[in-house]
């Protein structure tokens, strides 16, 4: 590991390791938004990374707006496991994106 990385993790209190998911537990995926599934007044149901099934609710329609024009930006769902059966579920309670890329032409 470089130095920075050791000293962000450090900082941070992370580390790096290795198991099975457990249901019920919250963890931090990364990953981007691949697929919307579902949208409904107040929630809406999307995929993640093509393989992990996540629900929010977002009972403001322009937080809805956002979260889908920023589908295919990396970020960080802080998500409770539901499920790992054929798909994992997720019920997701916060979304984390970096700042939005911009270009120069």
Known sequence: MENNEANFFEKFGL???TGE???GEIYPIFGSITKIVDEAPGSITVEINNSI????????????ELLKQRAFDPGIFIS???SK???IEVEC???IFGRPEVYNA
């Open 15 to 17: 580390k790096v390791c």
């Open 93 to 95: 309670s916060t979304v």
């Open 80 to 82: 409770t496991v539901l």
């Open 21 to 23: 998911v457990e249901v």
């Open 85 to 87: 059966n054929d798909v």
């Open 53 to 64: 099934r996540a629900y929010m609710t977002i009972p403001d329609a322009e937080k809805i």
